[in-house]
């Protein structure tokens, strides 16, 4: 089962529902994402259990980003050995910063979008006009509901500008928070579905022009964080009404010099999650 926000083809209106496989039923009452994310985890699963709502086809709907309302995507970072590595040999002037935070007990956790400026598959996203080297990040997204609870998962891409964060990593906002930068989706994978989230692989494929110019695998067993512990100091001292996503860290990143250049395909595969695919514009008027 999979919940997914998308087009009613009856309405062309947007709605919420579960996906078993043939059909999308919608759920009754639910109108967003946000709205099912306001109740407990055990209500959660009950609503999505009796769904019986209209039916759809499931190759019949237009599928939208799974997050809405007054959601919000965060993430963490430096969060797997490969992502310190790469974050340290790009760095020009503080590598030791990133050392420090991989072993920390506080995580490092950085807002990274509003709902409506979120991409879903199918969709663009977009690396900055003034950055040389920019690369997508494929993340396992934790669904976190209004109290802090772990209820689903789903595919983050925290794109990202190398050369902006490399000079200065007070420069994080300007090198991962703009118009394409972020994409979720397909839909959302319920907690109660995945028996191990530290067993799941994660593939990430580039193609240009017709050819695959870089892809890699690798696992969450790798993480160097429980999800749980996350997902508490994102809730620590803030309040999100309609629930969040928090991307979890990335484990593969291309070498440099590499980096996503206007038509590329990006596409992130994670087990039991799903297959999120984008294309890539360069710049804010393309984006726009």
Known sequence: ????????????????????GEDVIELPGI??????????SGELRERCAAADGTR???????????????????????????????????????ADVYELVYDAERPELFFKSVAWKVSGDGDRIAVRADSEID????ELGLVLNAA????????????SSRTIEGVNPLYLPQAKIYLGACAVGPAIRPAWEVEDPYALDITLTIGRAGET???????????NRR????????FRADAFPDGAVLATGTCLVPDLPFTLQDGDTVTIGISEIGILTTTVVRGLEAMR
């Open 135 to 138: 690369v997508p990040e494929p």
């Open 56 to 94: 759809h086809p499931s190759g019949s709907v237009s599928r939208l980003a799974p997050v809405d309302g007054q959601m919000e995507v965060w993430a963490a970072g430096v969060t797997y050995r490969r992502s310190r590595e790469a974050r340290v040999l790009e760095s020009e002037r503080a």
């Open 1 to 20: 089962m999979h919940i997914v926000r998308f087009v009613s083809p009856l309405t062309g209106v947007d709605a919420v529902g579960v996906d078993d």
């Open 148 to 159: 802090g609870e772990i209820v689903g998962y789903t595919v983050v891409d925290d794109v």
């Open 31 to 40: 109108t967003t994402i946000g709205e099912l994310l306001r109740l407990s």
């Open 213 to 223: 110019v870089w892809d890699g695998k690798a696992s969450t067993s790798q993480l």
């Open 227 to 234: 999800l749980d512990d996350l997902a508490g100091y994102l």
